[in-house]
């Protein structure tokens, strides 16, 4: 289950949405596949952590480091990204958006601010939001990972947009 990234990237560029595994489907033979007492009676494994609908497996979390990520490098590289690489990948960009934003605002609203400070506050905060990706880069990492780093981009791009003057041109 730890390869659902890859395993879309590849749905995608095969033209459709749902998972596709090799094995043959138990699932559908059983009547409620839903129900762990009797895939366990009869013996029946499944994909944990899929969601599973008339016969196909789903991702149902964090589409968009897909979009992101595993399908630029498979299209580059024509290999597939792991997600463990991807979390590391999403973890540098929210580092480095926080060195950014922190720059940035140190720049525009506390002049005074010395630079020593300005560090030890990027560095906690960095190490506070994602100590744990980076300690164990999993499958809900990366989904994570890449919405922290979307979201301090974002406040980023947010603070040079409405408090930063420059010249238009």
């Not at 033209?15 to 009797?38: C, M, Q, R, S």
């Not at 994909?47 to 016969?55: T, V």
């Not at 560090?119 to 190490?127: D, E, I, K, N, Y």
């Amino acid at each position: 289950h730890r390869n659902q990234y890859e395993v879309m990237a590849e749905s995608i560029l095969d033209g459709h949405i749902d998972l596709y595994y090799d094995e043959v489907d138990t699932l559908a033979n059983l009547n409620n596949p839903y129900d762990p007492d009797e895939r366990a009676a009869a013996g029946v494994s499944y994909h944990w952590d899929h969601a599973y609908y008339e016969g196909h497996y789903y991702m149902y979390f964090g589409v968009v480091p897909v979009f992101l990520a595993f399908l630029p490098y498979r299209l580059l590289t024509g290999q597939a990204l792991t997600t463990y690489h991807a979390t590391q990948f999403f973890v540098v960009l929210f580092i480095a958006g926080v060195f950014m934003l922190f720059r940035l605002l140190a720049k525009r609203f506390f002049k005074k601010l010395p630079f020593g400070v300005y560090l030890a506050l990027s560095v906690a905060v960095s190490a506070m939001s994602v100590w744990y990706a980076s300690a164990e880069p999993a499958l809900y990492c990366t989904a994570i990972t890449a919405a922290l780093a979307l979201q301090i981009w974002s406040f980023y791009f947010f603070v040079r947009a409405v408090y930063v003057e420059e010249r238009e041109n």
